[in-house]
């Protein structure tokens, strides 16, 4: 039976649409709506439960831990209070997992992964931790809220004194309704926003404190999808996997070429002779939208890469989608066309982000 | 759950509404709730000959893409183009404003196949007692 977070009873009793999402019964979304949703949390205030995702602690120096060997993100001339995106790879220079570590003091560290992956990262860590004393994995004690959108910071004031003090990608240790705990300016939607790490225990009462502000709204994982492809941000399992290097995803900035790190060996032969294959970002020219699966084309009706993910976008009023175009399709292609067995439509390519508005810095 | 007494329905949750030799065709409010807010109605060309029970188009939501089938063969003789460029219609008029083509009906005794309204009552009635929440999401 699949996982459910502390808040799984608040999830059924506002009506939400439960599915199981990475071995965890999570809320799709609420009923006003996947459209009423993404309203909310581009013009207003939304609250995620982001319960399912992992986190590890980590104790000791970076470099003695081996915790620098496992990440590719630099460790060490990271701030204590700052947050660093990057990855953990295999062998091939493949993505075990995309993930963030928290700098919690000079020797300690947070590392959030994700849900589906937890036990499979724990494993790794644990593989190549040197001394198990050093790790331990809190994801089923810490609870998660993500509360995203423009009006966030004024939303969490009240409840979290000096929230306002945080910047983008940066962290503090605040008292939250008498629990002390992290609070990171960070999210997944492309608009300001906060997540709140939380004693699993006690989750209801700061998920009940949080809606008791009537102008923020529940979203749920279906929502969630829409707005990180709208910013073009990846998704494990999609832009992301085993077989996918962080260089084919595009993400090469969150490598640090200059250490040493697991795959690191593979992932600098693949950036020299370039990636078989490369992500891209492209928008319908209806208001059909991509799916992952389905296929793109040239226009000689060549297959000429795969679709990572799409969606209908609210704020473009458009299909949006990321895609996998092979090397040999990469160098002219300005429009592209895309489908599978039953249809074609026409798209261009777009830059990163499709939604240029976020909040997310402001 | 609105249902009209004097339409016919499939399995599938589509309607027809029958005028002489002329069937309306369209999704139940049990297709619009499930489906969620619709976002784009990929209509049939006019003219396009269907048999009965076959893929006739397809709508999605935000978060999936779902087949709509045919209710009756024959010929599509009009599509409700007000559908492209605003498909939210289904969600708010899915049994008036929201009929989605009009189909020259080849073979009246097809009707036979349908449900009539107290029938597909009771069919969203079992489907409601099997209900284990499952998802449209692909």
């Keep these: 039976m699949a996982h459910r977070t502390p808040l799984y009873q608040h999830h059924v009793s506002l009506g939400a649409k ?7 019964d999570m809320p799709l979304q609420y009923p006003d709506g996947i459209l009423k949703e993404h309203e909310a949390n581009r013009k207003g205030c939304s609250v995620f439960d982001c319960s399912h995702m992992g986190e590890f602690i980590i104790d000791g120096a970076a470099d003695v831990t081996g915790l620098d060997r496992i990440v590719t993100q630099s460790l060490n001339d990271q701030p204590v209070g700052s947050c660093r995106y990057g990855f953990a790879l295999n062998e091939r220079g493949g993505t075990i997992d995309d993930l963030i570590v928290y700098r919690l003091a000079d020797k300690k560290w947070m590392v959030v992964v994700n849900a589906a992956n937890i036990e499979k990262d724990a494993a790794h860590f644990r593989a190549n931790l040197k001394g198990l004393s050093v790790f331990s994995d809190v994801s ?17 004031m009240p409840l979290v004194k000096g929230i306002e003090r945080l910047t983008h990608y940066t962290f503090g240790e605040f008292d939250v309704l008498g629990e002390k705990v992290i609070v990171s300016r960070t999210g997944y939607t492309g ?25 923020v709204k529940p979203t749920g994982l279906g929502v969630r999808d829409v707005l990180r492809v709208e910013v073009c941000y990846p998704l494990y399992g999609h832009e992301l996997s085993e077989d996918i290097s962080p260089v084919q995803a595009g993400l090469r900035r969150f490598v640090d070429g200059t250490k040493d790190f ?25 208001r059909r ?40 399709f990469t160098s002219n292609a300005k ?28 | 759950m609105e249902i009209i007494e004097h339409f016919l329905y499939t399995k599938e949750h589509e309607w027809v509404s029958i005028e002489d030799n002329t069937g309306t065709v369209g999704i139940t409010d049990y297709a619009q709730q499930a489906l969620g807010d619709i976002t784009y109605v990929e209509l049939p060309g006019v003219d396009k000959d269907v048999e009965q029970f076959e893929q006739l188009l397809s709508v999605e939501s935000v978060k999936s893409a779902s087949d709509i089938f045919s209710p009756v063969s024959g010929k599509v003789i009009e599509v409700n183009e007000d559908l492209v460029d605003d498909p939210s219609i289904l969600n708010r008029y899915c049994y008036d404003k929201g ?12 009707t036979s196949n349908l449900l009539t309204a107290d029938e597909y009552r009771n069919y969203l009635a079992s489907l409601d007692r099997n209900d284990n929440g499952e998802s449209l999401e692909e």
């Excluded at chain 1, 439960?18 to 965890?24: K, S």
């Excluded at chain 1, 697991?262 to 319908?284: D, H, N, T, Y």
């Excluded at chain 1, 592209?336 to 976020?358: C, H, Q």
């Excluded at chain 2, 009929?99 to 097809?110: F, G, K, L, Q």
Aim: glycine share 12%; with cysteine.
């Design chain 1, 18 to 24: 439960v599915v199981e999402f990475g071995g965890w």
């Design chain 1, 140 to 156: 089923f004690s810490t609870a998660k809220l993500d509360v995203q959108g423009p009006l966030s910071r004024e939303v969490l």
């Design chain 1, 191 to 215: 608009e300001l926003g906060y997540e709140i790490y939380y004693p699993w225990s006690r989750a209801s009462r700061l998920w009940e404190a949080v809606l008791s502000d009537r102008r």
């Design chain 1, 262 to 286: 697991l795959g690191r060996a593979a992932l600098m032969e693949e950036e020299k002779g370039g990636p078989v294959q490369k992500l891209v970002c492209f928008l319908s020219k209806s």
């Design chain 1, 289 to 328: 939208a991509p799916r992952q699966g389905h296929f793109l084309y040239t226009a000689d009706d060549v297959q000429s890469g795969v679709i990572a993910s799409g969606t209908f976008s609210p704020a473009l009023g458009v299909g949006i989608g990321m895609g996998f175009l092979k090397k040999e």
């Design chain 1, 335 to 362: 429009e592209i066309i895309f489908g599978d067995t039953k249809f074609r439509e026409r798209a261009e390519l777009g830059s990163r982000p499709f939604y240029k508005e976020g909040t997310l810095k402001n």
């Design chain 2, 99 to 110: 009929w989605i083509v009009r189909i020259e009906i080849s073979d009246a005794d097809e």
